[in-house]
């Protein structure tokens, strides 16, 4: 087998697999939610124990779950019994994750988390096994094969656990009504962040660097104005000043094959009318979004008057850590 044939071979194995584990969803998992839920509701944490590669697994879940405004700590199971279950309390959510569900450490925890007056959410591949059976709720995990081809390393099964963790760190999120500026808060170092607290107006382009020019402009007194601007546009506005339409140094070469006097021409005649323009009070993450959509280089910033103040030229993002 080669080794696209392989990795091909992989892919389908877990996709399938995946499409198993969704088959197999039911009334559990909005148990599972409301469990949680509920626990979040009244100031309670979310702990993720697991042991190998689903303590991996475990520790990725719950990292989704704080970025998505559901607290959770990762519980070692090998230090949980000497002294680390001090970090439960009463009402806190135990997700467990093991797909045999006879994890010798995690059934050994099993006991001393009952005595904490927590519930258990299991996740596993085997909801008969003891895991299970001592669980308040189990999400079944269970894969028809791992794609490892002797069938014995945690391939399909870790994906499956991985995905179940994010569906139940996502209908939580919709649960209890967690917010775009939720998030933003809770990433403020990074691109997404960023862009999601950060206004078009704090980033845009003003004075010098943004270049407008009336409608009866020539296009060589456009070029002019996006020489001097360092722009490889220029905002086109009526005689009120609103924005009217827009001309770019693309528009200019294209019309160059066909019209040897556009140079001449007014803008007017030659620009892009009703441009894609966005609001100075958005947010940067809506200026983002538009670049990817729509494929454009420059962003026209306007006010609430429709009046350009500003662009936002797309080379200017990666500088700004918001692509």
Known sequence: ????????DVFRT???????????????FDRAVDVVAAALARRSKLVVA?????????????ATLSSTGSTAVVLDTVDALHGDLGILNEG???LALSYSGESEELVHLLPALKRFGVQVVALTGSPQSTLGRHADVVLDCHVPREACPFNLAPTSSTTATLVMGDALAMAVMDARG?????????HPAGAIGRAMLVQVGDIMRRG??????????????????????KSGSVAVVDRRGKLAGVFTDGDLRRRMAADDDVLLRT?????????VCIREDALAAAAVRIFHERN??????????REPVGLVDSQDLPKLKLM
């Open 208 to 229: 010098e660097r943004n270049a407008v020019a009336p409608a009866t402009s020539t296009v060589k007194e456009a070029l002019l104005a996006m020489t001097r601007a």
């Open 296 to 305: 454009i280089d420059d962003l026209i910033v306007v006010n609430a008057r």
């Open 14 to 28: 877990e996709i399938a697999a995946l499409q198993a584990v969704s088959r197999h969803l039911d009334e559990s």
């Open 50 to 62: 697991g042991v190998g590669k689903s303590g991996n697994i475990g520790r990725k879940i719950a």
């Open 1 to 8: 087998m080669s080794h696209l044939t392989r990795a091909r």
């Open 92 to 94: 806190d959510v135990v």
């Open 178 to 186: 967690f917010k775009v500026k939720d998030f933003a808060q809770r």
């Open 267 to 275: 803008l007017k005649e030659v620009m892009t009318a009703d441009p």
